[in-house]
């Protein structure tokens, strides 16, 4: 399995509600990130976690959370977003922080 | 320091021709490049990968070009085809830190 899976694969939410993000991996990689990403734009990087510890949080805003309950799950948790937070959300694994990263297909997050 | 640039931002060639992405660095820490291939609506593949030790790799129609002196590495796509059209990121890395990617080129190859 060289896979990185994230559900849902779309998401229309209000500014007052609460969802979660999911992403899981099973090729026992041991860091695990969450990315950005704008029209026509690079991924931005959001959160890296290294062997289940958050070791990046690149100043996001609260209202995004971070979770990785083990080495193959990885959530984002979300609540109170803006509309501009409106943006295709990228998960990624690696063997660890050295090597190079797989990306999942994304979610297409829309904030109405 | 961190930035990495890149070049076309938008590139149309013809099928059967060869299309040229060029990317420059700063940081000379870097010791990892990895190109990605974004279709629409699809998150980054990786395509190809080169360390600075190494001047060139060849993956199928695919060959990145090392320059280590002039800090500048490139990806040729030879006997581009229709299916190649994407948005294509150079990206660097060192150990241990945070992949930089450059803003994107968007390839289209026309029949």
């Known amino acids: 399995d060289t896979e990185v899976t994230q559900t849902p694969k779309h998401l229309v939410m209000g500014m007052t509600n609460k969802k979660s993000l999911k992403c899981e991996q099973h090729?026992?990689?041991?860091?695990m990130y969450w990315y950005k990403q704008k029209a026509k734009k690079p991924p931005e990087l959001m959160f890296v976690?290294?062997?289940?510890?958050?070791?990046i949080n690149e100043s996001v805003p609260s209202r995004f959370s971070p979770e990785c309950p083990n080495s193959s799950l990885l959530n984002l948790h979300l609540h109170a977003l803006q509309p501009e937070d409106s943006a295709l959300y990228l998960c990624?694994?690696?063997?660890?922080?050295?090597?190079?990263?797989?990306f999942g297909q994304g979610t297409r997050l829309t904030v109405v | 320091q961190q930035q990495v640039k890149q070049s076309p931002q938008s590139l149309i060639v013809q099928k059967g021709g060869i299309s040229i992405i060029n990317c420059a660095y700063e940081n000379t820490a870097f010791d990892y490049f990895p190109w990605y291939q974004q279709f629409p609506g699809k998150g980054p593949a990786l395509l190809i990968a080169i360390r600075p030790d190494v001047s060139e790799k060849k993956e199928g129609r695919f060959t990145i070009s090392f320059n280590k002196s002039a800090k500048q590495f490139s990806l040729h796509i030879m006997d581009s085809q229709p299916g190649d059209s994407a948005t294509y990121f150079c990206?660097?890395?060192?150990?241990?830190?945070?992949?930089?990617f450059g803003p994107g080129t968007s390839l289209s190859v026309i029949p």
């Open positions: 090729m026992g990689h041991r860091a």
């Open positions: 976690y290294s062997y289940e510890k958050l070791s």
């Open positions: 990624a694994s690696s063997q660890d922080l050295r090597t190079e990263a797989f």
């Open positions: 990206a660097a890395k060192t150990s241990y830190d945070k992949v930089i």
